[in-house]
Nanobody, 121 residues
């Protein structure tokens, strides 16, 4: 079982930066795919950034070049560095984890409680 706890959200002006953290517990963390999703009121949850067990990363087009996902396996922690934030980035940000099977990420089935990011114009 994997437990995820996010932190680092807050309010920032457009163009500012925030760094989200996700503390993970569980014996298989180092083997798992991890990611950040976000959800705004009235919108579906969307994937922002993903990182697999070999630290290969993918980003949504909306954040590419501005956000960086990383993981510190020694600290069991996932990060999301968000630069040049825009008002449309206002959302609840969720940390998530998925098991790997034959080197492939499976469904994201573990979720944190979320941390709110608000970007004002």
């Amino acid at each position: 079982q994997v437990q995820l706890v996010e932190s680092g959200g807050g309010s920032v002006q457009s163009g500012g930066s925030l760094r989200l953290s996700c503390a993970a517990s569980g014996p298989t963390y180092k083997l798992m795919c991890m990611g950040w999703f976000r959800q705004s009121p009235g919108k579906e949850r969307e994937g922002v950034a993903l990182i697999d067990g070999l630290s290969a990363t993918t980003y949504s087009d909306s954040v590419k070049g501005r956000f960086t996902i990383s993981r510190d396996n020694a600290k069991n922690t996932l990060y999301l560095q968000m630069n040049s934030l825009k008002p449309e980035g206002t959302a609840m940000y969720y940390c998530t984890a998925a098991p790997r099977y034959l080197g492939m990420c499976q469904a994201y089935q573990y979720w944190g409680q979320g941390t709110q990011v608000t970007v004002s114009s």
